[in-house]
Nanobody, 123 residues
């Protein structure tokens, strides 16, 4: 089970850190990703951390503004978002997969999902 938190309302140019806490299983060797879904749109890949934690893959729109990290001791993944823009407004979901290989941009690749946390960026 994944529990996402940390969303809220922020002004453009501001920052937020989202958390995704896992329970019932260790995510230390999972692919861990964040997706988002804006009103009226489909679920969109944001970024993913590899199983080893050695690689991160980003959607083009991230452009160096977002980072993902994992704290194995806390069984938690974080999404640090800086330089937020109004177009970043969406519900953000964390997702995890224990598989050896996945198509990481495809939300169907992930076995576990958090419930989503709302991020609203005002202009």
């Amino acid at each position: 089970q994944l529990q996402a938190s940390g969303g809220g309302l922020v002004q453009a140019g501001g920052s937020l850190r989202l958390s995704c806490a896992a329970s019932g299983h260790s995510i230390s060797t999972y692919y861990m990703a964040w997706f988002r879904q804006a009103p009226g749109k489909g679920r969109e890949f944001v970024l993913v951390l590899s199983r080893s934690g050695g690689s991160t893959y980003y959607a083009d729109f991230v452009q160096g503004r977002f980072t993902i990290s994992r704290d194995n001791a806390k069984n938690t993944v974080y999404l640090q978002m800086n330089s937020l823009m109004p177009e970043d407004t969406a519900v953000y979901y964390c997702a995890g997969s224990p598989r050896t290989w996945i198509m990481y941009r495809d939300f169907n690749s992930y076995n576990y999902w958090g419930q989503g946390t709302q991020v609203t960026v005002s202009s």
